[in-house]
């Protein structure tokens, strides 16, 4: 088969003191992306990888995209998977398929949105797309957490799981110790927030549970290291400057948002709060609307009936 698709691709070259661009442009895409599009997937996922899929984003083994939606699953399905780099190829019946691409690449709100729904080991800090007129497309992703993190992090949750989760208990139950815990160690990290002073990671979970400061992505991230834990399925939900938890639990999703059950307070005391401890949509929009109105077309989970 190797062989074969190197033949193809000799005789494609060879092509080009034959005929104008255009001409070796259609061979290109009538032979060798139909080769492509066979010999394409995904191959090895890490461990961090989700094998359920949200409304927004649903993983494939499509690599051969027809509409946006396809396009928006091979991102959300690569970037899932763990992958460094990945590369796919635009049909040549998908006429639109290349302007579609560069259209993500400068969104960085859809590619923002996307990363919410993979594991935070897997997200990525940011994301680059390269492509060619013959429709190969290449993405690059730089994840947010180093090697050397993710192992604190993790020798962290397994400490804190063993100390914490009560096997007798239920999983909203043991949430709530979670939660508990992670607020009553960590402080908001103000200085960063407010003035732009950065001492600690506290964008990521290395923050609240490494050095006990946090910004609302870190406490995010932070729970959803521990819904991991318990098997329980979650996203990241953001709002124009905030984020929070998703949780399916007893059968169905919730909102749970740790850093506002984390009050900064003005002599420095420690309040620890459960008003947006695993709510409805509803009773989130009635106790807070501004920090947290969302695109409920994206987190469409989170709908209320």
Known sequence: ?????????????????????????KIYNKLFLKIGSEVVSIGDKNEYYRD????????????????????????????????????????SEYKECLNEIDDLANDQAT???????????NGFKNIETEYDSLGKVTIKINKSYKDSEIKKIK??????KNNVFD????????????HDYINNNTKYDSNRSDNNIVNYKSDIAYGPLIEGYGLCGGYTDAM??????????????????HVWNAVYIN????NL???????????????LDDNFFLIDTKKLSEIELTQHAFDLSIYSELKVD
């Open 1 to 25: 088969m190797k062989k074969f698709i190197i033949l193809i691709i000799l005789l494609v070259l060879l092509g080009i003191t034959i005929y104008k661009k255009e001409e070796l442009i």
């Open 52 to 91: 359920y899929d949200f409304e927004f984003v649903q993983n494939t083994d499509n690599f051969s995209p027809k509409d946006r939606q396809d396009i928006l699953n091979i991102y959300y399905t690569a970037i899932n998977a763990g992958k460094d780099e990945f590369t796919f190829y635009c049909p």
């Open 111 to 121: 590619l923002s949105n996307i990363n919410n729904f993979v594991h935070p080991f």
């Open 155 to 160: 020798e962290k949750v397994n400490s804190i």
């Open 167 to 178: 096997n007798k208990l239920s999983n909203y139950d043991n949430i709530k110790k979670v």
């Open 224 to 241: 959803e290291l521990f819904l991991e834990e318990l098997n329980i399925k979650s996203y990241k939900v953001s709002s124009i400057n």
């Open 251 to 254: 059968g169905q999703w919730l």
């Open 257 to 271: 948002d740790l850093t506002w059950d984390d009050p900064v307070t003005s002599d420095g005391s420690n309040i």
